[in-house]
Every structure is written in structure tokens, then in C-alpha cells.
T-cell receptor, first 116, second 112 residues
Framework: DAGVIQSPRHEVTEMGQEVTLRCKPISGHNSLFWYRQTMMRGLELLIYFNNNVPIDDSGMPEDRFSAKMPNASFSTLKIQPSEPRDSAVYFCASAPPGGQDTDTQYFGPGTRLTVL | AQSVTQLDSQVPVFEEAPVELRCNYS??????LFWYVQYPNQGLQLLLK??????LVKGINGFEAEFNKSQTSFHLRKPSVHISDTAEYFCAVSPNTDKLIFGTGTRLQVFP
């Protein structure tokens, strides 16, 4: 299996620009998670989906952040407009349905975002 | 609400020495417990997990952890570390296996 795929791996943008991060979960997994990792705040859960439906978005920092999952094999995290404090590594993770190792999340390699 | 405390931000150790990475959690309900490892420039990978049953859990790469309910701890141990174990280690709790709440991480640095 290819694992969780994230793109781009690195993104450098200027303040005020729109940024879109992409994630392809492992085939057959029905839960998808977006995390943000910074030195100051560690690893934070931003939002997670189950069967393409957002279940908990309480970690989304503010209205500049939005996430979608139009189908079982694709999700996006969008920041508009971006700010320097959004600089971080963003991870996507997926998990299989209940009864199939559902408690284990499989992480992608991350997208390192730098906002100048 | 659940929370995780990893008291040691960094743990330096020489190769072949034993190591213990500490993790304490806070929860008013039963939880599942996890240790993940993050190698440089990579995503997190599951090391081991405790869901129920035996309190001593064995994971990959020779690591093990013991669940101690009375002390609300889930410390990670390895009897003899290798250079390749140098990484960031995260303890996490989950009240319902959907959401993981991570600790701040412990950086294990193994020296030759």
C-alpha cells in the first residue's frame, strides 16, 4: 500500500496568499485527520472526518482555515489568507473502519508550510 | 477532558544503555494509550498501544510500555538503545479511539 500521501511536501508563500494542502488517505480507510505541528504548541488536531463528514472541527484555529473531504480518497486543508504564524508542519492521518485496527492512525509525511 | 504530560523534553543516552521515557495522563474515563515515534522529517509511526488486557505492552523495535492505572502512567522502556532509535517520541491518549490527544513529545538522542 502506498500509505497516506500528502502534497506538496514543502510550501513557501507570502502573507495574504491562499494555501491549499492536499491529502490522499489509505484506500479503505474511512477516518481522516488533519494535525498541525509547531515547536510552541506541539501536535494539535485541527479537524477529523468520518465517512467524509466532519465530526470535530474544534481545533481549527479560526475562519481562515477550512477543510473539505469531497470523497473517500481526497481531502484538502485551505488557509486563506495565510499569515506567518501559520508556518508549521501539517500532517494528515487516516484510520480504518471499526474492527479493523481502527484505533491506529497512519500518518503521512507532512507538508512543511512557511509563510513569509 | 483528557490530557497527557511528558515531563522530559529531551533524554540523552549512550548506545546500548537502557532508557525510560515517561508519560502521565489525566482522564475521568477509561482511555486507550499509545506511543508514536517520529523520525526526522517523517510522519508519526505507531510504536505500541494499550487498549485492554495485559498491562505490559510490547511494540516494534524492542520497545515496551507498562500501563499503571493507579499512577495514571504509561512509561516507555527499552533495555538497550541503538543509534537508530534517535527520534521524537509522543505519548497519546484516546477516550474513544477516534481522537488522539498527544503529549508535547520527548526527544531521545542516542550517542555512540
Amino acid at each position: 500500500d502506498a500509505g497516506v500521501i500528502q502534497s506538496p511536501r514543502h510550501e513557501v508563500t507570502e502573507m495574504g496568499q491562499e494555501v491549499t494542502l492536499r491529502c490522499k488517505p489509505i484506500s479503505g480507510h474511512n477516518s481522516l485527520f488533519w494535525y498541525r505541528q509547531t515547536m510552541m504548541r506541539g501536535l494539535e488536531l485541527l479537524i477529523y472526518f468520518n465517512n467524509n463528514v466532519p465530526i470535530d472541527d474544534s481545533g481549527m484555529p479560526e475562519d481562515r482555515f477550512s477543510a473539505k473531504m469531497p470523497n473517500a480518497s481526497f481531502s484538502t486543508l485551505k488557509i486563506q489568507p495565510s499569515e506567518p504564524r501559520d508556518s508549521a508542519v501539517y500532517f494528515c492521518a487516516s484510520a480504518p473502519p471499526g474492527g479493523q485496527d481502527t484505533d491506529t492512525q497512519y500518518f503521512g509525511p507532512g507538508t512543511r508550510l512557511t509563510v513569509l | 477532558a483528557q490530557s497527557v504530560t511528558q515531563l522530559d523534553s529531551q533524554v540523552p543516552v549512550f548506545e546500548e544503555a537502557p532508557v525510560e521515557l515517561r508519560c502521565n495522563y489525566s482522564s475521568s474515563v477509561s482511555v486507550y494509550l499509545f506511543w508514536y515515534v517520529q523520525y526526522p522529517n517523517q510522519g508519526l509511526q505507531l510504536l505500541l498501544k494499550y487498549l485492554s488486557g495485559s498491562t505490559l505492552v510490547k511494540g516494534i523495535n524492542g520497545f515496551e510500555a507498562e500501563f499503571n492505572k493507579s499512577q495514571t502512567s504509561f512509561h516507555l522502556r527499552k533495555p538497550s538503545v541503538h543509534i537508530s532509535d534517535t527520534a521524537e517520541y509522543f505519548c497519546a491518549v484516546s477516550p474513544n479511539t477516534d481522537k488522539l490527544i498527544f503529549g508535547t513529545g520527548t526527544r531521545l538522542q542516542v550517542f555512540p
